[in-house]
Structures are given as structure tokens and as C-alpha cells.
RNA sequence: GGCGACGUGGCCAAGUGGCUAAGGCAAGGCUCUGCAAAAGCCUGAUCGUGGGUUCAAUUCCCACCGUCGCCUCCA
């Protein structure tokens, strides 16, 4: 298949059957409620590892959940609460959604403070290899030391300094030598949770928790690194430059998968904003399988906008399939179904083109059900919608979410007590 | 300012180097109906602007205008 890489910026092929894929994908920081825009980029990378095993390929998957930064820390005591209760009860809503739209659970789901002996040995050896210094405690990844920061942001070397220093982020710690340097660990301010490390007690930055967890799971390289669109830069430009100097390697992820933003109401949907839409909202109202379908119908890299109307749309649309899978033929010659699987395949192979295999599942639903009215034996082509509607996430008639999936979060979730 | 997207009928939104440019919502007309509702049928697009490439562009290229995202809170 081909997937747009944000590192080359060109479409390149991956073969999931050459190798397994080792696949990580940015979860959330649980300091703050989740909606559908993080639903979005989950369910964009569910179809991705449901489309990738439906072509034989074997993936194992893991997604990180950042339980201590500067968020967790910060939003905790307002809340009346401390920054491990906090992290485990919006982690535990974020499941929920999850297990809700049928999004597979990752092999492996660590916290960030799962992984403190591994984020401090990045932290050792890139001091030792001259990328990062330890200054009052902390410890930095010095920018400069590494030429090609910027490579998958693609903004310039040069601009990014004047940029950063036009915007008033020069010595606002005065413990960097570089206004672009940034923090791999962290020096315990008063009352802040911390752990022990070569440089006195304190808690690892944002951004070294994914490249420990990653090499911890992975080692030093994977095929496919995904998230949101907006952690680009700076996120997955620091978890580069981390993780290529700690393991000497030549790359980190083969293929950098970014999913575009959610907007609602004329903006991007975020926290800040206020304007957001809940899943555990729609769900009262929608099927996890409207959902579903909706978010299937949006491109994952273009930026789109909710809208109720459109969903309303999904749904008529998903009583068809569901009804196109159900239906009674009868005994005339077999319905070929051919044509829609190779449109089907054709369009995910072509960078997850989730609406065009969407579009052509429906119209193919459509003619499923006048085939069998006109009495011709539609079973095998059922068979197949159906497993064509499961790379989309869809559940038609069964009821409730795949038992893996439940199975597998509820795993997960064991680690997140919820009070 | 930099990087990257996007701009299709009132709104939302597919799609394509040439054959009537999907579909949904809204609107108007018609059928049905005592009226209405519901349902069914019918009606609408110089595909942002200006150039270029081409026998042919809405589709490719360039410029411009506009909208949006990112540029250390962010999926």
C-alpha cells in the first residue's frame, strides 16, 4: 500500500506483509477531558491496523498515555486532586470511548511513569554523546548539537531560532543555553511530584517519555510512528532528535503518519476553546457505528468539520449495510462481489482512503439489497461485506464492541483504578 | 513572517485531463391529501481570481486573493 509520509513528504510503499509493523501512536495526556477529535485520530489509526492485518500483515501496536507533565501537575490541585487520581480517571473516560466505537486496544499501553529508569538512561547517554546537558539539575537536549532538527517539520534551521526568539521564548528558563533547548529532565520545583536521578530528584519532560517507552517496547527502530497533526512540532521533531542520537540509528519510524484536526463550529475543536463534542454525548443519541461511519467518510490527513447534519446522513447510510448484510436471497446465481473488494482494497491501499472504501461499501450495500430481492444468492457476497465493514471498525447487527476490544482495554484499564 | 492544507450550486460535500460534475440538507414547483404532515417526482453550478501547459482543465503548473491548521497547552 502507499502511505504520505510527513518525514519524506511523498507517498511511499509499505508492504505490511514484508515485515511486521511495529506501530506507535501518540496518545492523550490525561489531565483534561477526551472528545471526538481525539476519537478521530484513534479510529483513523484502528482502520489503519485493521486494514493492515486484513492483507495478512501482523501488527503489534503501542499507544502511551503521558500521566506526568505539566498539564497532570498543574490541573490536579484544582481539581482537589493529585496528578496520578487525575491521569487515571480521564484516562479511564478516554477507554470508555474506546471500548465504545470499537477501537482496538493497543499490545502495549504504558504510563510515562512506567518507564523513569529508561528515560533517565536517554537522558545519561545523550549527555554523554554530547546532545543534551544536565544545568541546575535538569537535564536539556541542546538543539544545536544536532543538524537535522527540523527534518520532519520542515521549517527551517535558522528560522526557528529568530522565530522562537521573536516571540519572546529566549531566557525565559536561564538554565538553556539555547532558547530551542528542551527539557529531558526535569529538576523538582517545590511540591512536585519527583523521582530519583543522577541529577537529584525531579520528573522526566514532555517528549522523552515517548522515545523510552518506544525503545522500551520496540527497540531502536519502528515501521510506522502516528498522532495528531499538531504534535508535529514540537513533539515528534524532539522524539526524533532523542531517540536517533540515543540509539545511533539511522531513522527512528519508517513512515510518519499524522492525523488532521477535528473542527466544530468554525474552529479547531480543543479544550482551550470550549467547543467540544463529547463521544459519550453523541452516543446517546447515534450508534457507535454512525460514528464510525462518519468519521471513516472524512480523509484522516484533511482537516475537517463536525457537523450533525452530516452524521444525521451516516445514519440512514449505516441501515442499509446493515440491512444489505441481513437480508434473504435466494437461490439464483451468486452476486459477484468482486468489483467491490477490489474497489474497497484499491482505496485504502491508496493512503487510507477511508471515504472512498466507505462510499463504495455503501453503494455496494445498496446493490446487495436489490440482488437479493430479485432472489440471487447474495451469501458469499454478505460474508464479505461484513468483513469489509469490520476494517472500517463497523459492528452492523452484532451488539456492542468486539470481546478482544473490551477484553483488551479492560486490561489495560486494570492499571488506571478509577476512583 | 515560516511550514502545510483547503477554496465545487443557499448550506454541507463527493469526484474527474474530454462523455448529463455524485449525494445530503434547505428552497421552489408538482402528485397524493378535506387542510396539513409524511412520501414520491421535478427544478438549480461559467467547479475562488488571473495566467500557463494541452487538440481539450474544474481536474496539471505558476501567481494572486480568501479561509484554516501548526510554529514549545494540544489528538
Not at 5 to 29: I, M
Not at 122 to 130: C, H, N, P, Q, R
Not at 397 to 415: I, K, N, T, Y
Amino acid at each position: 500500500m502507499k502511505l504520505y509520509n510527513t518525514l519524506s513528504q511523498q507517498f511511499e510503499t509499505f508492504d505490511p506483509r514484508a515485515q511486521t509493523t511495529r506501530l506507535y501512536v501518540c496518545g492523550v495526556t490525561p489531565y483534561d477531558t477526551t472528545h471526538l477529535g481525539h476519537a478521530a485520530t484513534y479510529c483513523t489509526f484502528d482502520i489503519l491496523i485493521r486494514y493492515l492485518e486484513y492483507q495478512g500483515g501482523k501488527v503489534i501496536f503501542t499507544e502511551n498515555v503521558t500521566d506526568i507533565d505539566d498539564d497532570t501537575i498543574r490541573e490536579a490541585p484544582k481539581r482537589g486532586t493529585n496528578w496520578r487520581d487525575l491521569g487515571n480517571y480521564w484516562t479511564a473516560h478516554f477507554i470508555r470511548d474506546m471500548i465504545a466505537l470499537n477501537v482496538r486496544p493497543p499490545d502495549f499501553y504504558p504510563r510515562a511513569t512506567d518507564v523513569i529508569p529508561e528515560i533517565i538512561a536517554f537522558a545519561k547517554t545523550l549527555i554523554e554523546k554530547g546532545f543534551a546537558y544536565e544545568s541546575g539539575g535538569s537535564v536539556y537536549f541542546h538543539v544545536n548539537a544536532y543538524a537535522k532538527f527540523g527534518q520532519l517539520s520542515h521549517i527551517p534551521r535558522d528560522q526557528m531560532l529568530a522565530i522562537a526568539n521573536e516571540r519572546g521564548n529566549f531566557p525565559d528558563d536561564p538554565k538553556k543555553r539555547d532558547p530551542l533547548d528542551f527539557v529531558l529532565w526535569q529538576a523538582q520545583a517545590p511540591g512536585e511530584p519527583a523521582w530519583d536521578s543522577p541529577w537529584g530528584p525531579g520528573r522526566p519532560g514532555w517528549h522523552i517519555e515517548c522515545s523510552a517507552m518506544n525503545y522500551k517496547t520496540f527497540g531502536p527502530t519502528i515501521e510506522i510512528h502516528g498522532g495528531g497533526a499538531d504534535l508535529v512540532f514540537p513533539h515528534h521533531e524532539c522524539e526524533i532528535a532523542q531517540t536517533v542520537n540515543f540509539t545511533g540509528e539511522s531513522y527512528f519510524a519508517k513512515i510518519w503518519m499524522h492525523a488532521a484536526m477535528v473542527g466544530y463550529k468554525g474552529e479547531k475543536m480543543s479544550k482551550s476553546l470550549g467547543n467540544l463534542v463529547m463521544v459519550s454525548e453523541l452516543l446517546k443519541k447515534y450508534s457507535p457505528d454512525h460514528i464510525r461511519l462518519y468519521l471513516a467518510k472524512h480523509h484522516y490527513r484533511a482537516p475537517w468539520e463536525f457537523t450533525y447534519a452530516d452524521l444525521d446522513f451516516s445514519v440512514s447510510q449505516c441501515t442499509h449495510l446493515t440491512q444489505a448484510a441481513q437480508t434473504q436471497g435466494g437461490d439464483g446465481p451468486a452476486m459477484d462481489y468482486a468489483y467491490a473488494r477490489e474497489q474497497f482494497e484499491n482505496a485504502l491501499a491508496d493512503d487510507l482512503d477511508s471515504p472512498t472504501a466507505a462510499a463504495g461499501l455503501c453503494a455496494f450495500g445498496e446493490a446487495l439489497i436489490e440482488h437479493a430481492d430479485a432472489r440471487r444468492d447474495v451469501t458469499a457476497a454478505q460474508t464479505w461485506l461484513r468483513r469489509a465493514a469490520n476494517v472500517l471498525g463497523l459492528r452492523l447487527d452484532a451488539f456492542g464492541p468486539e470481546a478482544r476490544v473490551r477484553s483488551g482495554w479492560e486490561q489495560h484499564s486494570l492499571r488506571f483504578p478509577s476512583a
